[in-house]
């Protein structure tokens, strides 16, 4: 199981809720809702306070996963600021994003369950159904037969 969805899952559980504004809430994350034109949100650390930025004009289920996106860099990536990385140096930051978008996947569907409901469906049908995008879908479930397979051989 990857790095993302264990701390995903250990936060659902510390926290009992898989939504992430109640967890902000609970790790005392502000969470603003403002007008970003032109980004979907971002995270900033300012002497002692995490403070996560939306965009107000987001539909809810997308306001969900960038709040789950911006938690994520919160807590794996604190000492990176992508935004500087991104426009002052040659770093990737790409890996950052993809990491910040494997969390989000994993808090938002933490229960492998609940993602084997839609096992029947197309990788593409169930990313227009759960709002994420394939990539996402299509790692969660590899999360989920990664799990089925060590099971397996532990019972060898």
Known sequence: MDRELRIARK???????NNPFQICDKLGYLV???PLHGIRGFYQHIIRN?????????PELTQRFVCDHELGHALMHRNSNAIFLDSRTLQIVGKFEKSANR??????YPDDDELLEYASFSID?????????PE???WRYNQIESVKNKTKLERL
């Not at 996560?52 to 987001?58: A, P």
């Not at 969390?103 to 938002?108: D, E, N, R, Y």
């Not at 049908?125 to 995008?133: K, Y």
């Open 136 to 138: 996402l879908v299509e």
């Open 11 to 17: 936060l659902c559980r510390k926290h009992q809720t």
């Open 50 to 58: 995490n403070l996560i930025y939306i965009d107000d004009s987001l």
């Open 103 to 108: 969390f989000s996947a994993g808090i938002l």
């Open 32 to 34: 603003i809702f403002v």
């Open 125 to 133: 049908q169930i990313s227009q159904i759960l709002s994420l995008p």
